[in-house]
Structure formats: structure tokens, C-alpha cells
């Protein structure tokens, strides 16, 4: 595009703040900013040198056309044993330094979040798979199971397979839980001997009551299960409608392990409301993900950058693959991106 490389920008960007304006995209921009220009010039000159007229100035507008980032945790900016490599801590600064607004976007309840990135300071989070969003410190939407909800889902499961409740402020499960997630969430999150020592589990109640959870934990914003003797096909049917299942995004992929929340909660949801109330143009958005449930982020954000560790099926909605989490995925999508070297 001729503006592209006159004012020293992207064909990307000048697509995206066309629509972030209101226009249809980079051809009826430059026709209004054409008309309008032309008007106030007796003499027939193009669109180029109009622009170079103004050089400094549309260099400054783009300058400050700074994009809102999302990104999720567990394989995207955390590898599966719970490191954040360095290179992806640096790219975030540098990202933050040059005025990107950085918001976390995870199916973790916002307790279970792991403190490194607490302390670095997002703009927001989006937490619980999409049933949580604040911006800038202020909550803007939460949606909790309900009775109803949770009850679906304790009958479903009656004893066969293991799950933890994520709420706000503490997660609960019943005491012949522990021992299998223990056992399928060893690793590097783990800071003691006990289940409570994992990042994803503190503040854990033991609450061997199943029955009474819908009536007292009726706030809870997901499920997460393991070791189930049914796929995710087959936890789908047995939950009916009104609930949402997909693969578990807190370790490797597998059919066996799963997320829960209600239909029509997903990260996309929790990002909406993030943005309507942040008044962002969703053009102006890049989700960064690896899992199933970020489906629903790359379905609303203006660009999706994909993990090199997702699956196939995850991939298909990506705009651009980058090299795995424990690659230096994240600080080598940022050169290609923003010419950020980390």
C-alpha cells in the first residue's frame, strides 16, 4: 500500500485503523481521505503526495495506535511444568514500553493465577474461561455456575470421575480427589508436598458434602476434571444442554481431562464485555493462545497468533503460528509482530 510505506507502517495496520474508525477497510478510507484532501487543492496531485505533505503528522497518528494484547497462561505464556522462560517476560516489557495494553486471558479462576505474572502488572484479566473480566482494576463482569448449573454437572459425574469447583477465592473438591490430581499435577507448580503447595490449588477447601455443593457453592465460575472414564464427546452428552466442555488447557491435551462452564460463557465472552467497556475496537486485538478454549478469544479478537505446541484443530484459526511455548514462541511472535526483539 502506497500509505504503508510512505508514513513507515504496515499494510496491517492501516487495515486495522480503517475499520477501528468506522470505515469498511484501506479502499474507502483513502477514497474519503482523498475527496476530502482534494477539496481544499486547486491542483490534481496524488494520494502519496498528499500524505507526504503531512508526513510527521499520520507518522504520529500510527505511533500512537497501540494494540490491546490477550493472552493466555498455561501453554502460552506458562510451559506445562509451570516456567516462565525469560525471553517471554522481556518481550512483555518491551511490548508494555512501547504502549501495548497487556491483558491476561485464562481458564483460571483469578486466585490460581501464578504470582510472576500478578506481580508484572496486566491491564486486565479475563479469568475463569471468560466468566470473569476486569480492566484496570475495576470488575466488569462475573458469571457463576448458579444451582442449576452446578447440580447438572454433580449428577453427571456421581462418584466416577474426579473435579475441582474453581470460584473466585478458593477452590474445593472432596478428599478422594486429592490424591489423583496430586498425582496428575506434579511438577515444577508444585512448591511442597501437598496438592495445596500447587499454584492451581491454593486456598483448596476439602469438602467431602458432593451432594450439598450446588445449595453451597453455587458461586463457582468452572470445573476442571481429570482422569475420567468418558472423553470430552462423551462428558458433553452426559451434561446435556446449558453446559460447555472442552479440553483441559491446564496440562497436555488429552481426551480424558476437561474444563467446564456454561454455555455461552467462553473467553470470547469475557473479552466483549472487556472491551465495551474499555471502548477498544476489537481491530485493535491480538489474542495469543494455545488451547481449545481459546477458540472463542481468536473469534473475536482482530488477530490470532497460535502456540506451535496446539493441536491441529486449534491452529485453523490462526493468522499466524509461532514457535512453541518452551521456544521462545511468545518473544519471536513479538519480532514478527511488532519488531520487538526480547
Avoid at 484501506?26 to 481544499?40: P, Q, R
Amino acid at each position: 500500500m502506497e500509505i504503508a510505506n510512505e508514513i513507515g507502517v504496515s499494510d496491517a495496520s492501516i487495515i486495522r485503523f480503517s475499520k477501528a474508525i468506522g470505515f469498511e477497510g484501506y479502499a474507502e478510507l483513502k477514497n474519503k481521505v482523498y475527496d476530502m484532501l482534494v477539496e481544499n487543492s486547486s491542483n490534481k496531485i496524488s494520494l502519496t503526495e498528499l500524505m507526504r505533505m503531512n508526513y510527521e503528522k499520520m507518522k504520529g497518528v500510527f505511533a500512537e495506535m497501540k494494540e490491546m494484547l490477550f493472552f493466555d497462561i498455561d501453554g502460552t505464556l506458562v510451559d506445562f511444568s509451570g516456567q516462565i522462560l525469560p525471553s517471554t517476560l522481556q518481550a512483555l516489557c518491551q511490548a508494555r514500553k512501547a504502549g501495548h495494553e497487556l491483558i491476561l486471558c485464562t481458564g483460571r479462576s483469578k486466585h490460581q493465577i501464578n504470582q510472576t505474572l500478578l506481580d508484572f502488572g496486566f491491564d486486565g484479566i479475563v479469568a475463569a474461561a471468560g466468566g470473569y473480566a476486569e480492566y484496570k482494576g475495576e470488575v466488569v463482569f462475573h458469571k457463576s455456575f448458579g444451582e442449576k448449573g452446578l447440580q447438572q454437572v454433580v449428577d453427571a459425574f456421581h462418584g466416577s470421575t474426579p473435579f475441582v469447583l474453581q470460584r473466585a477465592e478458593c477452590t474445593v473438591m472432596a478428599g478422594w480427589m486429592v490424591p489423583i490430581f496430586f498425582e496428575v499435577y506434579s511438577d515444577d507448580r508444585m512448591k511442597g508436598d501437598t496438592l495445596k503447595s500447587h499454584e492451581l490449588f491454593r486456598g483448596l477447601t476439602i469438602d467431602d458434602d458432593i451432594k450439598a455443593y450446588a445449595d453451597k457453592y453455587s458461586d463457582t465460575d468452572s470445573l476442571v476434571y481429570c482422569r475420567s472414564p468418558y472423553t470430552v464427546e462423551e462428558v458433553r452428552g452426559l451434561l446435556g444442554e446449558g453446559i460447555h466442555v472442552e479440553m483441559s488447557s491446564y496440562i497436555a491435551p488429552e481426551p480424558y481431562s476437561g474444563e467446564i462452564t456454561i454455555e455461552g460463557v467462553d473467553k470470547g465472552m469475557g473479552i466483549r464485555k472487556l472491551l465495551e467497556y474499555s471502548k477498544v475496537p476489537r481491530e485493535m486485538t491480538i489474542g495469543f493462545g494455545d488451547g481449545a478454549n481459546d477458540i472463542g478469544m481468536f473469534q473475536i479478537t482482530g488477530k490470532a497468533v497460535v502456540m506451535g505446541n496446539a493441536l491441529d484443530s486449534v491452529k485453523k484459526y490462526a493468522d499466524y503460528v509461532t514457535d512453541d511455548v518452551d521456544r521462545d514462541g511468545i518473544a519471536n511472535a513479538f519480532k514478527v509482530l511488532f519488531d520487538i526483539n526480547a
